[in-house]
């Protein structure tokens, strides 16, 4: 079993707090993403697992064992860096091979594994190449390879595709899942791309400040984000805040955006939201998906609303576009076909079956 | 330029590229003209070694054109390499050097290692100052050393003076410094991820050393063995200070004090010992030419 | 940090942590073990014999009684001893200068010409700098002598009247910059031209398309990139030249009548030859405070890049 857990991880440098207090419980065979800006404590926490990193507090167990004092190699992990760091001077099969060198196992052990790696990963006739001689996403895979061909109980990945092109990135990103379900090794895989975490994780821990905001499957962070920052870190447009009120008239509850512009709020959100009715510093937290033209055939919670384009981006299968309601940027997801053009008025749909309201002076999703 | 070769027409324009490369062309006779000037500014000592190591004494007192050899011979090289202390400075000079840059490079590269990768209390404060002992210069040392050599012949009763071998204790005063102040430069180019992997692979500090850390800084080591080899070949004044003996001397000492009896210069053999002894580097320079002027350009140009 | 905490284990935040204190303690100490011997070395033959120079130079020849500052007053009444300072900032002034514009022309030229040939012609123009400079000085010395000077005979066929380049003074002087400029050039040339190398070509044509000319081009684009470059290089060079010994000695020996006496040579001649111990020690020292001045350059200059990087 090679479950990870964390408890009340603190990493200080000097007296600054990168990470202020993590629990985390990281099941076997689990892919586990931690993602959030640069600067958020997931990289650091990521080397303390590897114990690259003292821990200034709390415990860390690998399967079970606290490993707090376990020098690195003594963890049975494995780890692929953002730059790859293979040794220049040995040749791939080398580079695949040498920490089961150092670990004295038989040479025909270690020829085994090294060609089921290579086997996996598709880079059995790069063996006898130099890393000079290896394009960016074959050396990925040699880096991967290193860490596969130790059979480790945890998989660590810093920011493992970030040196590679766009393109690249997304093919590389897919071979990762794939070979993840060849060997089934619990991993923990840091970035800063949402997508990425999104794409790859069954479960996404999001990061802010050296403390986690939220841990969730993507479409439970997707679609229930515990807090503004998750709700607006992931997705792509991100999602749109506008500053609202509350108002309540005869037992009905409506968000007020605007003077001019108020929608009722969906019927099985009342009895939730009632309490906050008149609070200030509210916001709507809607995602450009769920503001699109308007259609002939209305569903229930949907409302139609006149607006300014701003700017119109064609997008080939949809436009997004852009406008402002009460001084924040809004953006909408139109079909390309529906005549999105800027400085022209347009007739929108929200669908409020989606909304978030969130209380902007806790920064909690309400 | 190019509205006024356009209103000149068409063909004005090729005549303007013309000039162009013509004042090129010139530029570049000049050049190669200049250089070969300063050839034979920098290479005319070394020719002149040659030519007249080559020659009878006989003709080097003939006043006959110096800059040619009449009779060319090689008895000098023959008188030279069979005659006992030549070939004894020679030995010296070979054995110092050779375990001054033993001694150097293991002194340096471990101490590199430890400053660049592993830090400790005081360690930024010595990288510093191990770069300003390399600007000490030995002018500054030789009579302290002296006087301390004194003292510890009537303290211990061991004598440092007149020997070789207190050459490879005095000589690593010049070159560990710089050494280590290389190698500090090129381990710290090394990524930071590349130890950690091998921490991670399981590697101790020494392995991490001695597998990853030497083999990807080879160059700057060939680099730092040069200088150390060049800089203990060349010394002078220690070996002049400290060593009297002809048995105890070291080539640059050697040729000067053994072959110029009094007044009387054998131009013959002090030149074709000069040019023995310059051989060795030499040599070197002309196979690692790169590695030399890596070497060179290496202190001012990292940290 | 570690050491501080791994003295005091009483202190610290629980039984887990200890251990681990010591581990990074080991390593420290594993660390600073490494680096023993380049300390030792340091402070037993560089850093103590500095410091006892100082005292030596408080002696009297004897070195049986404290004479305070006497050696220097000795030394200041002497005439011999102004003119080995002046001829040592002549001699080093003169051929850093020389040896800097040497450098930068022939790093010109050699940058000028198609990237093929240059390895050959660099590879040539080092070679005086190669040469163990006791070995090249004797080469000079056989050029210059007296009686059978090679320069001499090539003069003649102009008309020139032999040069007595050792005999009188001033060509003493001129012949000893000489040489230390034939010697040291190559190496500035080397330095400039790795850092006209580092110049972006692209540069030089956002200059021609600026309409700079050669000259300007120089002048506005190459010097400045290269300041700091050829500021490094001459304070070392200062720093080597100043301290020289081996082209002075094999040279001239500080002759005619002590007038090419720089304070290397001379501090030999009245220490180890003239047997006055204390009294060379005081004249090496007075390479102090140059020496001082351009290391501090140096060091402020490395401290600032150490720190942009």
Redesign the interface.
């Not at chain 1, 419980?25 to 959030?36: A, M, N, Q, R, T």
């Not at chain 1, 200030?280 to 409302?303: D, F, M, S, W």
């Not at chain 2, 590269?109 to 770069?131: D, E, N, P, Y």
């Not at chain 3, 020139?160 to 012949?175: C, L, Q, V, Y």
């Given at each position: 079993m090679a479950q990870v857990t964390l408890r009340k991880i603190v990493k200080k440098y000097d007296e600054v707090l990168a990470v202020r207090g993590i629990d985390l419980d990281i099941v076997d065979k689990e892919f586990l993403v931690l993602v959030g800006p640069s600067g958020c404590g997931k990289s650091t926490t990521l080397r303390m697992i590897a114990g690259l990193e003292e821990i200034s507090g709390g415990d860390i167990e690998i399967g079970g064992h606290v490993v707090n004092d376990v020098p690195p190699k003594d963890r049975d992990i494995a780890m692929v860096f953002q730059n790859y760091a293979l040794y220049p001077h040995m040749n791939v099969y080398e580079n695949m091979s040498f920490g089961l060198k150092l670990k004295k196992t038989p040479k025909d052990e270690i020829d085994r594994r090294v060609k089921q790696a290579a086997g996996i990963l598709d880079i059995t006739e790069l063996l006898d190449r130099k890393p000079k001689q290896l394009s960016g996403g074959q050396r990925q895979r040699v880096a991967m390879g290193r860490a596969i061909v130790r059979d480790p109980k945890v998989f660590l990945f810093d920011e493992p595709l970030s040196n590679l092109d766009a393109k690249l990135r997304v093919q590389m990103r897919t071979e990762i899942k794939k070979v993840h379900q060849k060997v089934r090794t619990t991993t923990v895989y840091v970035t800063h791309d949402q997508i990425e975490a999104m794409t790859l994780a069954d479960r996404v821990v999001v990061m802010n400040a050296g403390l986690i905001e939220q841990v969730g499957t993507p479409n439970d962070l997707y679609h229930s984000p515990a807090t503004k920052f998750v709700a607006g870190f992931i997705g792509s447009p991100a999602m749109n805040f506008i500053p609202c009120q509350l108002e309540q008239a005869a037992g009905a509850l409506s968000v007020r955006l605007s003077d001019k512009l108020s929608f009722p709020v969906p019927s099985d959100r009342t009895a939730r939201y009632a309490s906050h009715a008149g609070k200030a510093n509210l916001v709507l937290g809607l995602r450009p998906e769920h503001i699109a033209e308007t259609r002939p055939h209305t569903e229930a919670n949907q409302h139609d609303f006149d607006m300014m384009i701003d700017v119109d981006e064609p997008m080939g299968m949809e436009t997004l576009i852009y406008f402002t309601i009460g001084g924040a940027d809004v953006c909408g997801r139109v079909n390309p076909n529906a005549g999105a053009m800027s400085g022209k008025a347009m007739k929108l749909r929200a669908d409020l079956s989606n909304m978030h309201l969130i209380d902007d002076s806790t920064g909690k999703v309400l | 330029?190019a509205n006024t070769a356009i209103a000149a027409g068409a063909t004005a324009r090729p005549l303007k590229y013309g000039s162009m490369s013509r004042d090129r062309r010139w530029?570049?006779r000049w050049?190669?003209f200049?250089?070969v000037l300063?050839?034979i500014?920098?290479?005319?000592?070394?020719i002149?070694?040659l030519i007249?190591s080559l020659k009878t004494s006989a003709e080097?007192?003939a006043?006959t054109?110096?800059?040619w050899i009449y009779n060319p011979t090689l008895e000098n090289y023959i008188e030279l390499l069979t005659q006992n202390h030549y070939l004894t400075f020679f030995r010296n000079s070979a054995i110092v050097s050779v375990c001054v840059v033993a001694v150097t490079m293991?002194?340096?590269v471990?101490?590199a290692?430890?400053?660049a990768r592993?830090?400790?209390?005081g360690?930024a404060t010595?990288a510093?100052?191990?770069?300003?002992?390399y600007?000490?210069?030995?002018?500054?040392?030789?009579?302290?050393?002296?006087?301390?050599f004194a003292w510890v012949n009537e303290t211990f009763g061991i004598q440092l003076m007149n020997h070789w071998w207190t050459l490879i204790?005095?000589y690593?005063?010049l070159t560990?410094?710089f050494c280590?102040w290389i190698m500090i430069g090129y381990f710290a180019s090394i990524?930071k991820?590349?130890d950690?992997?091998?921490?991670?692979?399981?590697?101790t500090?020494t392995?991490t050393l001695t597998?990853?850390f030497i083999?990807?800084a080879?160059p700057g080591i060939i680099a730092a063995t040069i200088f150390a080899f060049?800089v203990s070949?060349?010394q002078?004044?220690y070996p002049?200070?400290f060593t009297t003996s002809a048995t105890e001397l070291v080539?640059?000492?050697g040729?000067?004090t053994t072959l110029i009896k009094g007044d009387v210069?054998n131009?013959g053999q002090?030149?074709t010992g000069?040019?023995l002894?310059?051989a060795p580097?030499?040599v070197i320079?002309?196979f690692l030419?790169d590695y030399?002027?890596a070497g060179?350009?290496a202190?001012?140009?990292k940290? | 940090m570690a050491d501080i905490a791994a003295r005091s284990p009483t202190v610290s935040m629980g039984d887990n942590r200890s251990s681990l204190h010591k581990l990074m303690q080991r390593k420290s100490t594993i660390a600073f073990l490494m680096a023993l011997p380049l300390i030792l070395l340091v402070l037993i033959l560089v850093a103590y014999p500095a410091g006892y120079a100082v005292y030596l130079a408080t002696l009297n020849k004897g070195m049986t009684r404290f004479v305070g500052f006497g050696n220097f007053e000795f030394l200041f009444g002497r005439e011999t001893f102004w003119m080995v300072v002046y001829q040592s900032c002549l001699f080093a002034i003169t051929a850093v200068i020389f040896k800097a514009i040497i450098g930068f022309v022939v790093a010109h030229f050699v940058h000028n010409i198609p990237s093929k040939g240059q390895r050959k012609w660099r590879g040539m123009l080092l070679v005086p700098w190669v040469i163990p400079p006791a070995m090249s000085t004797l080469a000079w010395l056989w050029l210059f002598d007296p009686s059978y000077s090679a320069i001499n005979w090539i003069l003649a066929h102009f008309g020139i009247a032999g040069i007595p380049w050792t005999g009188e003074t001033d060509w003493a002087r001129f012949s000893v910059i000489l040489v230390n400029v034939w010697i040291g050039s190559p190496f500035f040339m080397i330095m400039y031209l790795a850092a006209l190398k580092s110049v972006p070509e692209q540069l030089y044509e956002a200059a021609s398309i600026d309409g700079a000319t050669w000259w300007q081009r120089i002048w506005f684009v190459t010097l400045p990139m290269m300041r700091n470059i050829i500021a490094i290089t001459a304070l070392f060079s200062l720093i080597v030249t100043f301290a020289n010994f081996d082209i002075v000695r094999v040279l001239t020996a500080g002759g005619p009548l002590n007038s090419t006496h720089i304070f290397g040579t001379w501090a030999f001649r009245v220490g180890i030859e003239g047997g006055d111990i204390p009294l060379g020690a005081a004249v090496s020292l007075f390479m102090v405070p140059i020496l001082a001045v351009a290391a501090t350059f140096i060091l402020r200059d490395i401290t600032k890049r150490g720190s942009e990087v």
């Amino acid at each position: 079993m090679a479950q990870v857990t964390l408890r009340k991880i603190v990493k200080k440098y000097d007296e600054v707090l990168a990470v202020r207090g993590i629990d985390l419980d990281i099941v076997d065979k689990e892919f586990l993403v931690l993602v959030g800006p640069s600067g958020c404590g997931k990289s650091t926490t990521l080397r303390m697992i590897a114990g690259l990193e003292e821990i200034s507090g709390g415990d860390i167990e690998i399967g079970g064992h606290v490993v707090n004092d376990v020098p690195p190699k003594d963890r049975d992990i494995a780890m692929v860096f953002q730059n790859y760091a293979l040794y220049p001077h040995m040749n791939v099969y080398e580079n695949m091979s040498f920490g089961l060198k150092l670990k004295k196992t038989p040479k025909d052990e270690i020829d085994r594994r090294v060609k089921q790696a290579a086997g996996i990963l598709d880079i059995t006739e790069l063996l006898d190449r130099k890393p000079k001689q290896l394009s960016g996403g074959q050396r990925q895979r040699v880096a991967m390879g290193r860490a596969i061909v130790r059979d480790p109980k945890v998989f660590l990945f810093d920011e493992p595709l970030s040196n590679l092109d766009a393109k690249l990135r997304v093919q590389m990103r897919t071979e990762i899942k794939k070979v993840h379900q060849k060997v089934r090794t619990t991993t923990v895989y840091v970035t800063h791309d949402q997508i990425e975490a999104m794409t790859l994780a069954d479960r996404v821990v999001v990061m802010n400040a050296g403390l986690i905001e939220q841990v969730g499957t993507p479409n439970d962070l997707y679609h229930s984000p515990a807090t503004k920052f998750v709700a607006g870190f992931i997705g792509s447009p991100a999602m749109n805040f506008i500053p609202c009120q509350l108002e309540q008239a005869a037992g009905a509850l409506s968000v007020r955006l605007s003077d001019k512009l108020s929608f009722p709020v969906p019927s099985d959100r009342t009895a939730r939201y009632a309490s906050h009715a008149g609070k200030a510093n509210l916001v709507l937290g809607l995602r450009p998906e769920h503001i699109a033209e308007t259609r002939p055939h209305t569903e229930a919670n949907q409302h139609d609303f006149d607006m300014m384009i701003d700017v119109d981006e064609p997008m080939g299968m949809e436009t997004l576009i852009y406008f402002t309601i009460g001084g924040a940027d809004v953006c909408g997801r139109v079909n390309p076909n529906a005549g999105a053009m800027s400085g022209k008025a347009m007739k929108l749909r929200a669908d409020l079956s989606n909304m978030h309201l969130i209380d902007d002076s806790t920064g909690k999703v309400l | 330029m190019a509205n006024t070769a356009i209103a000149a027409g068409a063909t004005a324009r090729p005549l303007k590229y013309g000039s162009m490369s013509r004042d090129r062309r010139w530029a570049l006779r000049w050049s190669y003209f200049f250089l070969v000037l300063f050839a034979i500014f920098f290479l005319m000592p070394p020719i002149y070694m040659l030519i007249t190591s080559l020659k009878t004494s006989a003709e080097i007192s003939a006043a006959t054109n110096p800059w040619w050899i009449y009779n060319p011979t090689l008895e000098n090289y023959i008188e030279l390499l069979t005659q006992n202390h030549y070939l004894t400075f020679f030995r010296n000079s070979a054995i110092v050097s050779v375990c001054v840059v033993a001694v150097t490079m293991v002194i340096s590269v471990i101490a590199a290692f430890a400053l660049a990768r592993m830090k400790f209390w005081g360690s930024a404060t010595l990288a510093t100052g191990v770069f300003l002992t390399y600007l000490i210069p030995e002018t500054l040392l030789f009579i302290p050393l002296f006087k301390m050599f004194a003292w510890v012949n009537e303290t211990f009763g061991i004598q440092l003076m007149n020997h070789w071998w207190t050459l490879i204790i005095l000589y690593p005063t010049l070159t560990v410094p710089f050494c280590t102040w290389i190698m500090i430069g090129y381990f710290a180019s090394i990524p930071k991820e590349l130890d950690e992997a091998a921490l991670i692979d399981g590697a101790t500090w020494t392995q991490t050393l001695t597998k990853i850390f030497i083999p990807v800084a080879l160059p700057g080591i060939i680099a730092a063995t040069i200088f150390a080899f060049t800089v203990s070949w060349a010394q002078f004044l220690y070996p002049l200070a400290f060593t009297t003996s002809a048995t105890e001397l070291v080539l640059p000492v050697g040729i000067i004090t053994t072959l110029i009896k009094g007044d009387v210069f054998n131009w013959g053999q002090i030149m074709t010992g000069a040019l023995l002894g310059a051989a060795p580097p030499l040599v070197i320079y002309a196979f690692l030419m790169d590695y030399y002027i890596a070497g060179l350009t290496a202190g001012a140009t990292k940290g | 940090m570690a050491d501080i905490a791994a003295r005091s284990p009483t202190v610290s935040m629980g039984d887990n942590r200890s251990s681990l204190h010591k581990l990074m303690q080991r390593k420290s100490t594993i660390a600073f073990l490494m680096a023993l011997p380049l300390i030792l070395l340091v402070l037993i033959l560089v850093a103590y014999p500095a410091g006892y120079a100082v005292y030596l130079a408080t002696l009297n020849k004897g070195m049986t009684r404290f004479v305070g500052f006497g050696n220097f007053e000795f030394l200041f009444g002497r005439e011999t001893f102004w003119m080995v300072v002046y001829q040592s900032c002549l001699f080093a002034i003169t051929a850093v200068i020389f040896k800097a514009i040497i450098g930068f022309v022939v790093a010109h030229f050699v940058h000028n010409i198609p990237s093929k040939g240059q390895r050959k012609w660099r590879g040539m123009l080092l070679v005086p700098w190669v040469i163990p400079p006791a070995m090249s000085t004797l080469a000079w010395l056989w050029l210059f002598d007296p009686s059978y000077s090679a320069i001499n005979w090539i003069l003649a066929h102009f008309g020139i009247a032999g040069i007595p380049w050792t005999g009188e003074t001033d060509w003493a002087r001129f012949s000893v910059i000489l040489v230390n400029v034939w010697i040291g050039s190559p190496f500035f040339m080397i330095m400039y031209l790795a850092a006209l190398k580092s110049v972006p070509e692209q540069l030089y044509e956002a200059a021609s398309i600026d309409g700079a000319t050669w000259w300007q081009r120089i002048w506005f684009v190459t010097l400045p990139m290269m300041r700091n470059i050829i500021a490094i290089t001459a304070l070392f060079s200062l720093i080597v030249t100043f301290a020289n010994f081996d082209i002075v000695r094999v040279l001239t020996a500080g002759g005619p009548l002590n007038s090419t006496h720089i304070f290397g040579t001379w501090a030999f001649r009245v220490g180890i030859e003239g047997g006055d111990i204390p009294l060379g020690a005081a004249v090496s020292l007075f390479m102090v405070p140059i020496l001082a001045v351009a290391a501090t350059f140096i060091l402020r200059d490395i401290t600032k890049r150490g720190s942009e990087v």
